[in-house]
T-cell receptor
Framework: GQNIDQPTEMTATEGAIVQINCTYQTSGFNGLFWYQQHAGEAPTFLSYNVLDGLEEKGRFSSFLSRSKGYSYLLLKELQMKDSASYLCAVMDSNYQLIWGAGTKLIIKP | SAVISQKPSRDICQRGTSLTIQCQVDSQVTMMFWYRQQPGQSLTLIAT?????????ESGFVIDKFPISRPNLTFSTLTVSNMSPEDSSIYLC???????????FGPGTRLTVT
């Protein structure tokens, strides 16, 4: 079967760095996405990785290792507004998105 | 990119009734999806709305319960039929626009069934 695993909840301190991990097992692979979802709002796109390595976009970076079925989202210089759920999703061989359950990130002052 | 609007933004409905949710996109898109997200959980794909043909439903979802229309490349509706409290959820419309297969989401419709 297809499976996406990510931690349910993480806590970090304002100004610090946090890494949210995602492991996956899917039928084929056409890229991995990270989305941010604030409570009561729709998900918004953060990043897309299809090749191994690190993609950096401002305070956020996303890493992919296809051989390990592994990705992480790295958030630097955390701000209170970063408190949200972070969803990992993999596009399978049918170009369908398989979603993880999301990681709720709590930022403390 | 794509800008998506949904109507209604929220509704409270009685058991046994039906609600139709509208999704409007500001550009023509080929791929349009309907998701459900229950409180504290991730997204569950209900169906892919196909323009000019029947929607493609995921396992556990049927057309009689969730009829979908897609009359053109910018608009779709999802009906939640014969509602029960278990249908209380957020319903999200989503489209794929641009590269690389980036999905954009509407603001969602928060449905409560009493």
């Amino acid at each position: 079967g297809q499976n996406i695993d990510q931690p349910t909840e993480m806590t970090a301190t304002e100004g610090a760095i946090v890494q949210i991990n995602c492991t996956y097992q899917t039928s084929g692979f056409n890229g991995l996405f990270w989305y941010q979802q604030h409570a009561g709002e729709a998900p918004t796109f953060l990043s897309y990785n299809v090749l191994d390595g690190l993609e950096e976009k401002g305070r956020f970076s996303s890493f992919l290792s296809r051989s390990k079925g592994y990705s992480y989202l790295l958030l630097k210089e955390l701000q209170m507004k970063d408190s949200a759920s972070y969803l990992c999703a993999v596009m399978d061989s049918n170009y369908q998105l398989i979603w993880g359950a999301g990681t709720k990130l709590i930022i403390k002052p | 990119s794509a800008v998506i609007s949904q109507k209604p933004s929220r509704d409270i409905c009685q058991r046994g009734t039906s609600l139709t949710i509208q999704c409007q996109v500001d550009s023509q898109v080929t791929m349009m999806f309907w998701y459900r997200q229950q409180p504290g959980q991730s997204l569950t794909l209900i169906a892919t709305a196909n323009q000019g043909s029947e929607a493609t439903y995921e396992s556990g979802f049927v057309i009689d319960k969730f009829p979908i229309s897609r009359p053109n490349l910018t608009f779709s509706t999802l009906t939640v039929s014969n509602m029960s409290p278990e249908d209380s959820s957020i319903y999200l419309c989503s489209v794929v626009a641009g590269e690389p297969y980036e999905q954009y989401f509407g603001p969602g419709t928060r449905l409560t069934v009493t």
